[in-house]
């Protein structure tokens, strides 16, 4: 079966452009996380949707990210007049869900792979 | 502090030894400690699952966890030249909640 599904694998932009990065979950996860990995720092949480809401969104680092989830499906996450140091790749993970009161193993997606130059 | 402490290597190994792989965490509320492998330009894909303290087998991996010390480790029995990636600890308090991740450490096993 399909695993989560990320788009586009690369980005190179130019700083103070917006971008938006897509992720497609595995089918029938209605728990969807973004992830963050950079050099030095590791995989960092940036926000958890539980179908379309987002209970969760404490890792965004500025206002200048957003994400969001329609249909229970496709997320995206928007970043607003790039910098730098928002170089980095950004994951997508999902999990079934169903299970409220225990830990779901999170499936992760390959990245899309952000360049700010 | 960090929440996750782990060491950031690089290791390198012959083929065919243990490899010993630790985190240390300063979060009580977490109950579930995770292993993850990713290889170069890939994504994390879960190695080894534990819940509480214990230890738990699966070939030739071993995941422990000490909650009374905060100390989670990894061992990888007889290990070959396809171990070589990076070794990432996550853990988390349940829930579906985030996940906490230690920086990982990138293992080597030469032939």
């Known amino acids: 079966g399909a695993g989560v599904s990320q788009s586009p694998s690369n980005k190179v932009t130019e700083k103070g452009k917006d971008v938006e990065l897509r992720c497609d979950p595995i089918?029938?996860?209605?728990?969807l996380y973004w992830y963050r990995q950079s050099l030095g720092q590791g995989l960092e949480f940036l926000i958890y949707?539980?179908?379309?809401?987002?209970?969760?969104k404490s890792g965004l680092p500025s206002d200048r990210f957003s994400a969001e989830r329609t249909g229970g499906s496709v997320s995206t996450l928007t970043i607003q007049r790039t910098q730098q140091e928002d170089s980095a790749v950004y994951l997508c993970?999902?999990?079934?869900?169903?299970?409220?009161?225990?830990?779901?193993?999170?499936?992760f997606g390959p990245g899309t792979r952000l360049l700010v130059l | 502090q960090k929440e996750v402490e782990q060491d950031p290597g690089p290791l390198s190994v012959p083929e065919g030894a243990i490899v010993s792989l630790n985190c240390t965490y300063s979060?009580?509320?977490?109950?579930?400690f995770m292993w993850y492998r990713q290889y170069s330009r890939k994504g994390p894909e879960l190695l080894m699952y534990?819940?509480?303290?214990g230890n738990k087998e699966d070939g030739r991996f071993t995941a422990q966890v000490d909650k009374s010390s905060k100390y989670i480790s990894l061992f990888i029995r007889d290990s070959q030249p396809s171990d070589s990636a990076t070794y990432l600890c996550?853990?988390?308090?349940?829930?579906?909640?985030?996940?906490?991740f230690g920086k990982g450490i990138t293992l080597s096993v030469r032939p």
């Open positions: 993970a999902s999990s079934p869900g169903f299970r409220t009161g225990y830990q779901e193993t999170q499936y």
């Open positions: 089918s029938g996860h209605t728990a």
């Open positions: 949707f539980q179908g379309n809401s987002a209970p969760d």
């Open positions: 979060n009580s509320a977490f109950q579930y």
């Open positions: 534990t819940y509480s303290s």
């Open positions: 996550a853990m988390g308090p349940g829930a579906n909640s985030k996940l906490t």
